[in-house]
T-cell receptor, first 109, second 114 residues
Framework: GQNIDQPTEMTATEGAIVQINCTYQ??????LFWYQQHAGEAPTFLSY??LDGLEEKGRFSSFLSRSKGYSYLLLKELQMKDSASYHC??????????WGAGTKLIIKP | EAGVVQSPRYKIIEKKQPVAFWCNPI?????LYWYRQNLGQGPELLIR????????DSQLPKDRFSAERLKGVDSTLKIQPAELGDSAVYLC????????????FGPGTRLTVL
């Protein structure tokens, strides 16, 4: 079966760094997305990785290891506005996006 | 540039009633998605269109759900009859250039079935 695993909830302090992990099992693999979703709002795109390695985009970075079926999202210099749910989603061989349940990130002052 | 537009934003109906949701994607986006999202879960794909063709509707409960995308632009998702378990947020998203590209989501329609 197809499965995405990520922690349900994480807590971090404003100004700190947090890493949200994701493991995936899919029928084939065509890349991995990270989306941010604030409460009551629609998801917004953060990153897409298809090759192994780290992609940096401002305060946010995303890492992929295809051999391990593993990705993480790294958020630096946390701000209160980063409080949101972060969804990992893998694109399978049928080009269907399989979404994780999301990690609710709580930022404390 | 306008984003993805959805209406209505909220809908409350009684079970067994029909309901329809409308979506207008970003201009020029040939791919359109309908998702259902339950509280505390990730979006679940219902149907994906490439222009006016439904290329993936494997997750659409076809006994009660239907969708159309006439002329390859805006789209309508219908539920008839609605059941209590259909209460969720229905999201529409669009993208250009296929599944490798980021999806832009509309604000969603929050459906409550009583």
């Amino acid at each position: 079966g197809q499965n995405i695993d990520q922690p349900t909830e994480m807590t971090a302090t404003e100004g700190a760094i947090v890493q949200i992990n994701c493991t995936y099992q899919t029928s084939g693999f065509n890349g991995l997305f990270w989306y941010q979703q604030h409460a009551g709002e629609a998801p917004t795109f953060l990153s897409y990785n298809v090759l192994d390695g780290l992609e940096e985009k401002g305060r946010f970075s995303s890492f992929l290891s295809r051999s391990k079926g593993y990705s993480y999202l790294l958020l630096k210099e946390l701000q209160m506005k980063d409080s949101a749910s972060y969804h990992c989603a893998a694109l399978d061989s049928y080009y269907q996006l399989i979404w994780g349940a999301g990690t609710k990130l709580i930022i404390k002052p | 540039e306008a984003g993805v537009v959805q209406s209505p934003r909220y809908k409350i109906i009684e079970k067994k009633q029909p309901v329809a949701f409308w979506c207008n994607p970003i201009s020029g986006h040939n791919t359109l998605y309908w998702y259902r999202q339950n509280l505390g879960q990730g979006p679940e794909l219902l149907i994906r269109y490439e222009n006016e063709e439904a290329v993936d509707d494997s997750q659409l409960p076809k006994d009660r759900f239907s969708a159309e995308r006439l002329k390859g632009v805006d789209s309508t998702l219908k539920i008839q009859p609605a059941e209590l378990g259909d209460s969720a947020v229905y999201l529409c998203a669009s993208s250009s250039g296929g599944p490798y590209n980021e999806q832009f989501f509309g604000p969603g329609t929050r459906l409550t079935v009583l």
